[in-house]
């Protein structure tokens, strides 16, 4: 058997670790050994990948692993043995400095290419060594928190430098200079002095966290990872403190993941960010546990539940180590469950069996999405129809399939990709509207959605300045059936839940194979491009989990006998 033990190699960047013939993300083996596994690393599809780049990502994820191999022995007493190693091998492996083969754009870091990713493996190292201060042999670690420290000061510094101090890299650094300064201190026996810089002055977390977030608690980028991501370093950076003391905002970024999870704990994800991934599942765990003991609003059981599910056989229990994290009981709120959450990022609404988000706010900046307008449909525990997330970045050209328009469930005009943009949201007691200007040349577009007693109303509206070809286009992530019929064309979408749509439109529905979510991109789904050649298109439908009398008369739909007046958006 091979001997278990940490690479000892530096590590490049983890979104290499991609089938360049399939895009999936390549499998997670041999990280216990160290050793890159012979004849390269396998995908899904009998792929066995071996290039420098993925020798790179392979390893930046073996070290996670062993971070987090680390950190749970140490919540036993063990690992001290493992964290000297480390630090010797950290000095080692550093001592030539900055990562020289870093891409051009990198923030350079000093164990991988990037900073970031030093920052992401060094914070549970060093709770690892502050689980276990006062072992004497932990002295020898000094050096690396030290120099990790140094690291978070200067990338942070750059970060304020280059005006990108909102990136969600200056979270991590700020908790990475936290950690490793709380590490040190309980290691030379003092008290902590580090606060002010890290947590509570000009450049630290809630600094950060006031100018990263909106009022409605979404980080700025409005995707679900990078939310998650930011809210991690954030609770990890808060051991032993009062979330009295805290900014409000944080409660609310909470609140603001809480209110896109479906009733079944399914976390859309939205804009870019993983669609599936068991690491992943293991930090939403991690969150979970972290927001309860903040807030007793936190409103994420049943998304840790279905993590614990998603996380498979990576599971191994960490999040129940995390007790005792804050210095005071959590703070208290009525976690309510609303049946319609509008925001300046997302609109969430909820009828019976029925979980819809219409995208509507700011593009998110490099991690956004061209996908304005688009309506993602969840059942509790099934994606109808989802954001199709991400796939490893370093896939160029699935990548851009995945930002692209072509790939949401929204508006796409003469096979172009809009412009960034953002909408325009009113409501009312029963309703939504969101409307985007200027993201194609001459043409405007609304979405209603109403809420009705069982069923969701969708209408949408676009006008241009001249004869284009408008298409809105069906995404799903479900076996999907189309029947066109006299009166309307109706849709089955199959899951552990059913979804039935009516469709009334003067569109001719064409429907194709495409690429599913971004999991797996060789998944083939059946898309539908709701066709119209003209300078004005308007298309209605109704959604429901139980089948219902759907007419159109004039500008009126009625549902079950409930009369929806769709004119005058």
């Given at each position: 058997m091979a001997a278990l033990s940490p690479p000892t190699e530096r590590g490049g960047w983890w979104h290499e670790y991609v089938c360049p013939a399939h895009g999936v993300e390549l499998a997670h083996v041999g990280f216990e050994s160290g050793k890159f596994p012979e004849g390269g690393v396998p995908c899904s599809y009998g792929c066995r990948v071996d290039t420098p780049a993925v020798r790179g990502a392979w390893t930046v994820l073996a070290h996670h692993f062993w971070a987090r191999r680390i950190r749970l022995l140490s919540y036993d007493g063990g690992g001290a043995d493992l964290l000297t190693s480390y630090a010797r091998l950290y000095a080692d492996l550093t001592k030539a400095g900055e990562h020289e083969e870093a891409q051009g754009w990198m923030q350079r870091g000093r164990l991988f290419h990037q900073a970031l990713t030093d920052a992401v493996w060094g914070v549970p190292i060093a709770h690892s060594i502050l689980n276990l201060a006062g072992r004497a042999e932990l002295g020898e670690t000094l050096p690396m928190l030290d120099d990790m420290v140094a690291g978070a000061r200067r990338a942070r510094d750059a970060m304020i430098a280059q005006d990108k101090f909102s990136s969600n890299y200056t979270a991590w650094f700020n908790a990475l200079g936290t950690t490793a300064g709380q590490a040190a201190a309980a290691v030379r026996e003092e008290k902590w002095s580090g606060a002010d810089e890290w947590l509570t002055g000009e450049y630290g977390q809630f600094a950060h966290l006031e100018v990263a977030t909106g009022e409605d608690g979404w980080e700025w980028e409005g995707s679900t990872y990078y939310h998650g991501f930011v809210l991690r370093a954030y609770l990890l950076s808060l051991r032993g403190y009062d979330p009295s003391l805290v900014p409000d905002r944080l409660e609310r970024m909470i609140a603001a993941l809480a209110s896109i999870a479906t009733d079944g704990g399914i976390l859309p994800a939205l804009h870019d960010g993983?669609?599936?991934r068991a690491p992943l599942a293991l930090e939403w765990l991690e969150i979970a546990s972290l927001a309860r003991q903040f807030t007793t609003a936190h409103g994420l059981e049943s998304v840790a539940n279905r993590a614990r599910a998603e996380a498979g056989p990576d599971y191994d229990g960490l999040e129940d180590e995390l007790t005792n994290w804050f210095d005071a009981p959590p703070r208290t709120a009525n976690p309510a469950r609303v049946a319609r959450s509008?925001?300046?990022t997302y609109a969430v609404i909820r009828v019976p069996g029925l979980h819809a988000i219409l995208d509507h706010g700011p593009h998110g900046g490099s991690h956004g999405h061209h996908d304005k307008l688009a309506l993602y449909l969840y059942g509790a525990t099934t994606p109808?129809?989802?954001?199709?997330?991400?796939?490893?970045?370093g896939h160029a050209q699935w990548r851009a399939h995945y930002k692209s328009a072509a790939a949401h469930p929204t508006i796409r005009v003469d096979g172009l990709e809009p412009a960034e943009a953002t909408g325009e949201l009113t409501s009312d007691a029963d309703s939504v509207t969101a409307a985007v200007d200027g993201w194609y040349d001459g043409v405007r577009a609304t979405r209603k959605l109403v809420s009705g007693n069982s069923y969701l109303v969708d209408v949408v509206?676009?006008?241009?300045?001249?004869e284009r070809e408008i298409v809105l286009?069906?995404?799903p992530d479900v076996d999907l059936t189309v029947e066109v019929g006299p009166d309307?064309?109706?849709?089955?979408?199959?899951?552990?839940?059913?979804?039935y749509g009516y469709h009334l439109s003067d569109a001719v529905p064409v429907t194709r194979p495409g690429p599913?979510?971004?999991d797996d991109p060789q998944r083939t789904r059946t898309w539908i491009d709701w066709t119209v050649v003209g300078a004005t298109a308007t298309y209605c439908s109704v959604y429901s989990t139980t089948p219902l009398d759907v007419r159109l008369v004039g500008d009126v739909i009625t549902v079950d006998g409930h009369e929806h007046p769709i004119g005058g958006q």
């Open positions: 993983p669609y599936l509008v925001g300046s109808w129809q989802p954001d199709p997330g991400q796939v490893p970045y509206r676009v006008t241009a300045d001249r286009q069906f995404r309307a064309v109706r849709t089955t979408w199959a899951g552990n839940e059913t979804l599913g979510p971004a």
